[in-house]
């Protein structure tokens, strides 16, 4: 099955710092999500995109649906210590038989 | 206090056994699913059903089984014919198998 591609992989910032990442799709997808997951647990929902060009915004957390619907990007603003994990993206394209698509994660870490 | 759980936390399976985990909700949803993550990776989908009595598929479901009997549980067997069982197995439901899904805390297997 298709995986989304997720960059970058990881990444090590200081607090403080505001963080970028983005999910590229070889198709289109007509809605975007993204999760992010603390170690030995299951993912919990952060942002849901459900229109091309849509930015929405979640406290610090800010994220887009690209507007060839083939991306998405999220962005966390001044970050702090409990914005460590991994952050997943997925796509799906709607539909009584619509699965989700997940991204590779990008594993953010923030130094103190 | 609604929600998905899942147990047991850890799960110890020697060779050759089939082991079963379960999944509950109380969300009073329609869909749920099954996905395997392994280390490094995003999540593959293993099971999905749509209603009660239904299910499909995923990308990865050789190895596996699943019933539907009651629409507040899910439970995924991991047979003897999974040659690669060790992973963190991810529950989820959504209201309508296209809607937004949320996971439960996970199950982690490791076969001895």
């Known amino acids: 099955g298709q995986q989304l591609n997720q960059s970058p992989q990881s990444m090590f910032i200081q607090e403080g710092e505001d963080v970028s990442m983005n999910c590229t799709s070889s198709?289109?997808?007509?809605?975007w999500l993204w999760y992010k997951q603390d170690p030995g647990e299951g993912p919990v929902l952060l942002i849901a995109?459900?229109?091309?060009?849509e930015l929405t915004s979640n406290g610090r957390l800010t994220a887009q649906f690209g507007i060839t619907r083939k991306d998405s990007f999220l962005n966390i603003s001044a970050s702090i210590p409990s914005d460590v994990g991994i952050y997943f993206c997925?796509?799906?394209?709607?539909?009584?038989?619509?699965?989700?698509?997940f991204g590779t994660g990008t594993r953010l870490q923030v130094m103190l | 206090d609604g929600g998905i759980t899942q147990s047991p936390k850890y799960l110890f399976r020697k060779e050759g056994q089939n082991v079963t985990l379960s999944c509950e909700q109380n969300?009073?949803?329609?869909?749920m699913y099954w996905y395997r993550q392994d280390p490094g990776q995003g999540l593959r989908l293993i099971y999905y059903?749509?209603?009660?009595?239904?299910?499909q598929k995923g990308d990865i479901a050789e190895g596996y089984s699943v019933s539907r009997e009651k629409k507040e549980s899910f439970p995924l067997t991991v047979t003897s014919a999974q040659k690669n069982p060790t992973a963190f197995y991810l529950c989820?439901?959504?209201?309508?198998?296209?809607?937004?899904?949320?996971f439960g805390p996970g199950t982690r297997l490791l076969v001895l």
């Open positions: 995109l459900y229109k091309a060009g």
């Open positions: 997925a796509g799906q394209l709607g539909g009584t038989a619509s699965k989700l698509t």
């Open positions: 198709s289109i997808f007509n809605t």
């Open positions: 059903s749509q209603i009660v009595n239904d299910f």
């Open positions: 969300l009073n949803h329609d869909a």
């Open positions: 989820a439901s959504s209201r309508q198998v296209q809607e937004t899904q949320y």
